[in-house]
């Protein structure tokens, strides 16, 4: 959509600063982060190449990774370019003057015409759908107001429900899994190694899970409700029992070493144990509920959502045209109820239709669906607290720099192993690793993955903040006026004449239209919320409606506007034109002079009476019906 500008300005901030600000110090952080490393080569080069390539490549990667949040919080900062044509419309706006804001953000409107025309007809919202799978009916059981958040914040909090209900399934799968074990149920080889490996494999499991959910909060276009339904509990039941069983019996036959010599070879090499990470993993989990969940219950606090409308409906009598009627609704009434001379939106164009009949009579009817153009609005007890949108805002910012900072770790891991098996093979032991130093390899590949997994956990809490206090900082709310016109009725031509005496020196003659008209006008006064974005495209994204008040001042206004203008037509042409008057007066005083000439020189002979009567009975043998 076009930026266009107009000096009177809809007031509307930049909602993006805080958080841009905070975006910043972030980035320069990894900046000065990744040029330490590569200040480190030139020493480390001349002492150990492995090293000197490690700090290179972690130098780089962090002065990226802060260019390119630093960038990011810098472009939150700037000037926010808001036009005339913001928010989206509801449906397609079908306004002459906003063709080109109309097509472009045609792809994002919520609802059509018909929709909006069945909400204001039927007091209902059609934006407030019934939840989608069973955590989703869970979470709306346990909280009912969050039916009434904007699709993006309900589909928050079901990604937030469901990874809690993944991950709690998850743990008691892997409870069972630990008693089939230890009970020895799986074989005596699966209590020494599969463990470890379930372990492994129940970290990678939550870790996909983890990512998943960032990824799904940032779709913060998507206008439909995301299902949330979570993994059969009979089906993860059977897995668990079955799955120990068959990879114990199965390691009793693929491992050749006896009980005593696995459990040796165990002990002096090491497994990777995944606790640590599986700590971590609900370290971040724990951040993320803390920062999200509070936002989350402000923003349903206070939500009392209402479909409450104002109606008029009248039959009404009155001498005057249906097109003008239409004409001076649209031209005049709702023209005066532009928010700062914005063009209404028009859902459902006035096009009324005059059938007309023999003897001048017919019928007509019209409907118009219009939007005032949206005004920013606070509703009260529902909006997400100052405090509650930077503290995510912080923690994912954290997050971030954790998990680069085990990123850092699990690069200087592997150049340690590197370095390892390069010195272990040129220098000792001509190109054969002993026992010694495989053990210690061991140890430095248990550590690396640790901080590979727990880079990886913190990654993924970072982006899940990010996107979520990014909805919140965007959150904006509007609200404005919804109208519905639809008149109906019948109209009959009648033609009348004035001036018609023999001593007038004027003459009007009239074509009255009586009409029987049957408004019914339907307006409300709507609440919507957006979720604005930085860039380009800030403030076209979808817009939703929330709820709808009762509109019975505006609707008197309108109605006394409209009875005002019936009240003050003219049905009898007449002259307003001050040079129109002048000369009609001056052939008034012309005729009077003609008819006092003539009535002295016909004094006594013929009265005015006797005048008129003979000029009426002239006009009447004539065949010259006059008109009353």
Same mark, same amino acid.
């Given at each position: 959509?076009?930026?266009?500008?107009?000096?009177?300005?809809?007031?509307?901030?930049?909602?993006?600063?805080?958080?841009?600000?905070?975006?910043?110090?972030?980035?320069? &952080?990894?900046?000065?982060?990744?040029?330490?490393?590569?200040?480190?080569?030139?020493?480390?080069?001349?002492?150990?190449?492995?090293?000197?390539?490690?700090?290179?490549?972690?130098?780089?990667?962090?002065?990226?990774?802060? $260019?390119?949040?630093?960038?990011?919080?810098?472009?939150?900062?700037?000037?926010?370019?808001?036009?005339?044509?913001?928010?989206?419309?509801?449906?397609?706006?079908?306004?002459?003057?906003?063709?080109?804001?109309?097509?472009?953000?045609?792809?994002?409107?919520?609802?059509?015409?018909?929709?909006?025309?069945?909400?204001?007809?039927?007091?209902?919202? %059609? *934006?407030?759908? =019934?939840?989608?799978?069973?955590?989703?009916?869970?979470?709306?059981?346990?909280?009912?107001?969050?039916?009434?958040?904007?699709?993006?914040?309900?589909?928050?909090?079901?990604?937030?429900?469901?990874? %809690?209900? @993944?991950?709690? %399934?998850?743990?008691?799968?892997?409870?069972?899994?630990?008693?089939?074990?230890?009970?020895?149920?799986?074989?005596?080889?699966?209590?020494?190694?599969?463990?470890? &490996?379930?372990?492994?494999?129940?970290?990678?499991?939550?870790?996909?899970?983890?990512?998943?959910?960032? *990824?799904?909060?940032?779709?913060?276009?998507?206008?439909?409700?995301?299902?949330?339904?979570?993994?059969?509990?009979?089906?993860?039941?059977?897995?668990?029992?079955?799955?120990?069983?068959?990879?114990? /019996?199965?390691?009793?036959?693929?491992?050749?070493?006896?009980?005593?010599?696995?459990?040796? !070879?165990?002990?002096?090499?090491?497994?990777?144990?995944?606790?640590?990470?599986?700590?971590?993993?609900?370290?971040?989990?724990?951040?993320?509920?803390?920062? &999200?969940?509070?936002?989350?219950?402000?923003?349903?606090?206070?939500?009392?959502?209402?479909?409450?409308?104002?109606?008029?409906?009248?039959?009404?009598? =009155?001498?005057?045209?249906?097109?003008?009627?239409?004409?001076?609704?649209?031209?005049?009434?709702?023209?005066?109820?532009?928010?700062?001379?914005?063009?209404?939106?028009?859902?459902?164009?006035?096009?009324?239709?005059?059938?007309?009949?023999?003897?001048?009579?017919?019928? /007509? #009817?019209?409907?118009?669906?219009?939007?005032?153009?949206?005004?920013?609005?606070?509703?009260?007890?529902?909006?997400?607290?100052?405090?509650?949108?930077?503290?995510?805002?912080?923690?994912?910012?954290? $997050?971030?720099?954790?998990?680069?900072? /085990?990123?850092?770790?699990?690069?200087?891991?592997?150049?340690?192993?590197?370095?390892?098996?390069?010195?272990?093979?040129?220098?000792?032991?001509?190109?054969?690793? @002993?026992?010694?130093?495989?053990?210690?390899?061991?140890?430095?590949?248990?550590?690396?993955?640790?901080?590979? /997994? +727990?880079?990886?956990?913190?990654?993924?809490?970072?982006?899940?903040?990010?996107?979520?206090?990014?909805?919140?900082?965007?959150?904006?709310?509007?609200?404005?006026?919804?109208?519905?016109?639809?008149?109906?009725?019948?109209?009959?031509?009648?033609?009348?004449?004035?001036?018609?005496?023999?001593? #007038?020196?004027?003459?009007?003659?009239?074509?009255?239209?009586?009409?029987?008209?049957?408004?019914?006008?339907?307006? *409300?006064?709507?609440?919507? @919320?957006?979720?604005?974005?930085?860039?380009?495209?800030?403030?076209?994204?979808?817009?939703?409606?929330?709820?709808? !008040?009762?509109?019975?001042?505006?609707?008197?206004?309108?109605?006394?506007?409209?009875?005002?203008?019936?009240?003050?037509? =003219?049905?009898?042409?007449?002259?307003?034109?001050?040079?129109?008057?002048?000369? +009609?007066? &001056?052939?008034?005083?012309?005729?009077?002079?003609?008819?006092?000439? @003539?009535?002295?020189?016909?004094?006594?002979?013929?009265?005015?009476?006797?005048?008129?009567?003979?000029?009426?009975?002239?006009?009447?043998?004539?065949? =010259?019906?006059?008109?009353?």
């Amino acid at each position: 959509m076009a930026y266009d500008f107009g000096s009177q300005t809809l007031g509307i901030k930049n909602p993006f600063k805080t958080e841009g600000k905070l975006r910043s110090v972030t980035g320069a &952080v990894l900046i000065i982060g990744g040029v330490i490393p590569l200040l480190m080569v030139a020493g480390a080069l001349k002492a150990n190449p492995v090293y000197a390539y490690a700090y290179a490549i972690l130098g780089f990667v962090l002065l990226a990774a802060g $260019c390119r949040h630093l960038g990011v919080g810098i472009f939150q900062l700037f000037r926010y370019f808001v036009g005339r044509s913001v928010p989206t419309s509801l449906a397609y706006n079908r306004s002459r003057s906003e063709h080109d804001a109309a097509q472009a953000e045609q792809r994002v409107v919520l609802y059509d015409d018909k929709q909006l025309h069945a909400m204001l007809m039927g007091r209902k919202n %059609a *934006t407030f759908l =019934e939840p989608l799978g069973w955590i989703a009916r869970l979470l709306h059981s346990v909280f009912p107001k969050l039916t009434f958040l904007p699709h993006p914040l309900r589909n928050l909090a079901q990604e937030m429900g469901s990874l %809690a209900i @993944s991950f709690t %399934a998850a743990l008691i799968s892997f409870l069972i899994v630990t008693f089939i074990v230890s009970t020895g149920l799986a074989g005596e080889k699966a209590q020494l190694l599969a463990m470890p &490996v379930l372990s492994l494999a129940l970290l990678i499991y939550l870790l996909k899970l983890w990512f998943s959910a960032g *990824t799904a909060i940032s779709s913060r276009k998507n206008t439909q409700l995301q299902k949330a339904s979570g993994v059969s509990v009979p089906l993860l039941i059977a897995l668990s029992i079955l799955i120990p069983v068959v990879v114990g /019996f199965g390691l009793d036959s693929v491992i050749p070493m006896s009980t005593e010599e696995l459990a040796a !070879t165990i002990e002096k090499y090491g497994v990777f144990s995944a606790w640590k990470n599986l700590a971590i993993l609900g370290f971040t989990m724990v951040l993320v509920v803390a920062g &999200v969940l509070p936002g989350l219950l402000s923003r349903m606090h206070g939500v009392t959502p209402q479909t409450e409308v104002s109606e008029y409906r009248e039959n009404l009598q =009155e001498s005057v045209h249906p097109n003008e009627i239409f004409i001076n609704l649209e031209n005049i009434v709702l023209a005066n109820r532009r928010y700062k001379e914005i063009p209404n939106r028009i859902y459902r164009e006035l096009d009324p239709k005059l059938k007309e009949q023999t003897d001048g009579k017919g019928s /007509f #009817d019209g409907e118009l669906l219009i939007e005032t153009q949206p005004r920013l609005a606070q509703e009260k007890g529902s909006e997400i607290k100052t405090a509650q949108k930077i503290l995510p805002s912080i923690l994912a910012q954290a $997050c971030v720099l954790l998990g680069y900072l /085990f990123l850092s770790l699990l690069v200087l891991e592997v150049a340690d192993a590197i370095s390892l098996v390069r010195d272990a093979t040129l220098r000792f032991t001509g190109g054969n690793l @002993s026992e010694a130093h495989i053990i210690a390899l061991f140890s430095i590949i248990s550590s690396a993955l640790m901080y590979c /997994f +727990a880079w990886m956990a913190f990654s993924a809490a970072g982006n899940i903040l990010n996107n979520a206090s990014h909805l919140f900082w965007g959150e904006m709310k509007f609200e404005s006026m919804l109208m519905y016109v639809k008149a109906e009725g019948t109209f009959n031509e009648s033609k009348f004449s004035t001036g018609m005496s023999i001593h #007038d020196s004027t003459r009007s003659e009239n074509v009255l239209v009586k009409s029987s008209i049957t408004p019914w006008i339907i307006t *409300t006064r709507i609440y919507s @919320s957006i979720f604005a974005t930085s860039g380009v495209n800030n403030l076209e994204t979808p817009r939703f409606l929330m709820g709808m !008040t009762k509109n019975d001042d505006e609707l008197k206004g309108i109605v006394g506007e409209i009875k005002d203008f019936l009240k003050k037509r =003219e049905s009898i042409a007449s002259i307003t034109n001050e040079a129109d008057l002048q000369s +009609a007066s &001056v052939i008034h005083q012309v005729n009077q002079q003609t008819r006092a000439h @003539s009535s002295d020189a016909n004094q006594g002979k013929i009265t005015l009476k006797e005048d008129e009567d003979a000029a009426g009975y002239l006009r009447n043998n004539s065949g =010259e019906e006059p008109n009353a």
